[in-house]
Structures are given as structure tokens and as C-alpha cells.
């Protein structure tokens, strides 16, 4: 089910580089995020590991394209600052966000894109 195994340079260079996994079709790769999400939830309580637990353990992300990546730490500080959405996330390499539980999905491609909502 696996096409290809690969390691990737990290921004930082103290830290290892990351392992990019290609698999063979989209829905494997969709169920190995889902799982590998549902065990952290079960574990933590939440998705992710915590900052204590980083050089234990290990995450399991989509890979970003350092543009996209980028793209998506300037929205995080951003919305920390002013605190305008509720969710910002990653799915299928594109980046979404919503303003409450129940307002609509908006895709975000560009930082102008987070001001306008």
C-alpha cells in the first residue's frame, strides 16, 4: 500500500528531517491519517502529542509544500493576535477555516484570504 518512503530537510536544522509517505491510492492515505488521528485522540484526549512528548513520540500530518506551510503558520499567528476564527486546519493540502461551530467553511490560499473573512 505504500508507493514511496522519503525524508524531507526541516526548516530547523536541529531537528530530524521529516518521513514522507506516498501511498498507492487516496483513501489508503485517508484511513491512515483517520487512524492515526482516532489513537491520538484516545491517547491525549485531542489530536497531536504534547510539547513534552515530541522527542518520544511522533506526528502523523499531511506533508505541506513549504509555500503552503508557510501560508498556514502566518494564519495561526494571525488568528492568535485578533482570535477571528474558532478552527483552522488541513485537509487534502488545502487550508480551511471556520469562525464558529456553525459559519460556513472558507478556503484560505492566501493571507488576504484570512483578512476577508
Not at 512528548?53 to 511522533?58: L, P, T, V, Y
Not at 500530518?61 to 482570535?83: A, F, R, S, T
Request: charge should be positive; proline fraction near 3%.
Amino acid at each position: 500500500m505504500i508507493d514511496s518512503v522519503y525524508r524531507v530537510q526541516t526548516q530547523n536544522k536541529n531537528k530530524p528531517k521529516n518521513i514522507i509517505i506516498n501511498f498507492l491510492t487516496q483513501s489508503v492515505r485517508d484511513n491512515v491519517l483517520a487512524a492515526a488521528r482516532a489513537v491520538s485522540r484516545d491517547n491525549h484526549g485531542r489530536r497531536g502529542f504534547s510539547q513534552s512528548e515530541i522527542s518520544e513520540g511522533f506526528f502523523v500530518n499531511e506533508h505541506l509544500p513549504p509555500d503552503k506551510k508557510n501560508l498556514l503558520k502566518e494564519v495561526k499567528e494571525k488568528n492568535k493576535e485578533i482570535n477571528k476564527c474558532k478552527y483552522i486546519w488541513v485537509q487534502n493540502s488545502n487550508i480551511l477555516a471556520r469562525k464558529t461551530d456553525n459559519s460556513k467553511i472558507v478556503y484560505i490560499a492566501k493571507l488576504d484570504d484570512f483578512d476577508s473573512i
